[in-house]
């Protein structure tokens, strides 16, 4: 455990953490808003679990896990009387069983097949699953996400299972857009949070907008968003070796 504490994720943490803030609160009074109403999630995927409860100590309130294999790892070591952790990345229906418990929130469903599994598995153990709907912005092959025509079709489907809440939206736009194009997928964004919100739909509370990474946070927070996933920007450049 103590040669943890000289891991270079700490140092970079330490050393990115309040500058992160600074951009946040910086972009945040560019939208109009206060970064209070902007929620910092940390991205740890490959990041130690020594390394993500430094984090946690150090302020870190929220941390998202992109493959369940990883959150299974970490799990017991997490604290979450301080910290909320989600699941951030693709899920398999047959991963779904792990969940309940270990989750506050699921930010990448896509499929109504993925969402009834959920309502199964949470409803099983007494829970509600809290879920943000993923939304392809890009309308990439290679990616998940509810296209953005079939998303008010798609919300209406999923709000009505019973132990499911919709508490928002989730998109990752293209790696290759330009600066310009990412600015109209995050305003593009924006404007469909704002349409689902305006149609107040029982069981569907539009709290969150989960779009921008450590690349285009800044621009994300400017169009709309109110929870950014930030990870390399905050730990440093991941272990290519440590998972992907």
């Known amino acids: 455990m103590t040669e943890n504490l000289f891991d270079p994720r700490i140092a970079a943490f330490d050393e990115n953490y309040p500058r992160i803030l600074q ?11 206060n970064a209070s109403q902007i929620t910092l999630l940390a991205a740890t995927k490959t990041v130690p679990l ?25 799990s017991d070591g997490l604290d979450r009387t301080k910290c909320d952790v989600q699941l951030i990345g693709r899920l398999q229906t047959n991963k779904v069983k792990f969940l309940p418990g270990r ?21 099983a153990r007494g829970e509600t699953a809290h879920i943000l709907v993923e939304v392809n912005i890009g309308r990439e092959e290679s990616k998940g996400g509810v296209l953005p025509e079939a998303l008010a079709e798609f919300i209406d489907q999923v709000r009505e299972l019973e132990h499911i809440s919709v508490r928002g939206l989730m998109a990752i736009p293209p790696a290759e857009a330009s600066e310009r194009e990412l600015a109209k997928y995050f305003s593009a964004m924006h404007q469909y949070y704002v349409d689902i919100t305006a149609k107040k739909m029982d069981n569907v509370s539009m709290e969150f907008l989960s779009m921008g990474m450590s690349a285009d946070f800044e621009l994300a927070v400017e169009c709309g968003s109110n929870m950014v996933r930030i990870g390399s920007a905050l730990f440093g450049a991941r272990n290519p070796q440590a998972g992907r």
């Open 50 to 74: 020594p390394v993500v409860q430094y984090a946690i100590e150090k302020g870190i309130r929220c941390v998202g896990e992109n493959r369940v294999q990883e959150l299974l790892e970490k």
């Open 103 to 123: 989750v506050s929130c699921i930010q990448s469903v896509d499929s109504l097949r993925l969402a009834r599994e959920i309502s199964r598995q949470f409803g």
């Open 23 to 33: 951009r946040l609160e910086k972009a945040a009074a560019r939208a109009g808003k």
